[in-house]
């Protein structure tokens, strides 16, 4: 994990006078799963746009894999963002349409094996976005974000909405499909209970840019007020019991 697959520089976002982010940087190392945490307001989503390329920074610098196309990189926004008029095999395919040299029976082969992949039953993919569960339309963005095998996974509050059951089964299935995929994920996420059972490294934002980075036993030693309330409260101590 010593080489940057997104590397961020400087990034700074602003809407009207509101400052966002003021000279922020961060990094993706491959291989890890980097959670990003902060207070409702510090921009965590906005980093996400940012690094996808749908907020246009006010300055500064994103880097994803340098010398790499989209296709090496999957995008799961909150509860899935699927196309409400396709059914979830078709949303499956739309990033599988973009090659252009696949044909229809073979998207859908591979649709059928993604959505087996994220553990969606094989009955999922007639189905529309409004006839699934919450945590099946999460199962069904992710399948989505990994249509293309990319080597990067970028997930905005994946287990937001869930019940701790679903969540916990959720974060399973992403450190499952991390560890088989080889994948680099970027999550963005509130859930304690999902930076302990899947990150490697957390990184705080505070103060307009990330404030500190490290593990989770790192996180719990910091001093500053906000990080030690954050990872010494009720909810983390109840998410460091095994």
């Given at each position: 994990m010593d080489e940057a697959v997104i590397q961020v520089r400087g990034l700074v976002n602003r809407f009207g006078k509101a400052v966002i982010h003021d000279g922020l940087d961060i990094d993706l190392m491959r291989g890890e799963v980097l959670g990003v945490v902060g207070a409702s307001g510090s921009g965590k989503s906005v980093l996400l746009r940012s690094i996808v390329g749908l907020q246009r920074p006010s300055a500064g610098t994103v880097?994803?894999?340098?010398?790499?196309?989209?296709?090496?990189?999957?995008?799961?926004?909150?509860?899935?963002?699927?196309?409400?008029?396709?059914?979830?095999?078709?949303?499956?395919?739309?990033?599988?349409?973009?090659?252009?040299?696949?044909?229809?029976?073979?998207?859908?082969?591979?649709a059928d094996l993604k959505l087996a992949m994220v553990g969606l039953p094989a009955k999922a993919g007639g189905l529309y976005p409004s006839d699934l569960s919450g945590g099946m339309r999460k199962r069904a963005g992710l399948a989505r974000a990994l249509a293309l095998d990319p080597e990067i996974l970028l997930l905005d509050e994946p287990t937001a909405g869930l019940d701790p059951i679903a969540a916990s089964e959720f974060d399973t299935l992403i450190t499952t499909l991390q560890r088989a995929m080889g994948l680099s994920v970027f999550l963005v996420t509130h859930d304690l209970d999902t930076l302990h059972a899947t990150c490697d490294r957390i990184a705080v934002l505070a103060q307009r840019r990330v404030l500190v980075t490290g593990t989770m036993a790192q996180m719990r030693d910091e001093t500053d007020p906000w990080v030690h309330s954050y990872f010494h409260g009720p909810r983390a101590h109840a998410a460091l019991v095994e």
């Open positions: 880097t994803v894999l340098p010398g790499a196309g989209r296709a090496r990189w999957g995008v799961m926004f909150q509860d899935g963002a699927l196309f409400s008029a396709l059914t979830v095999r078709e949303n499956v395919e739309v990033p599988l349409k973009m090659q252009g040299n696949l044909t229809a029976a073979l998207r859908r082969a591979l």
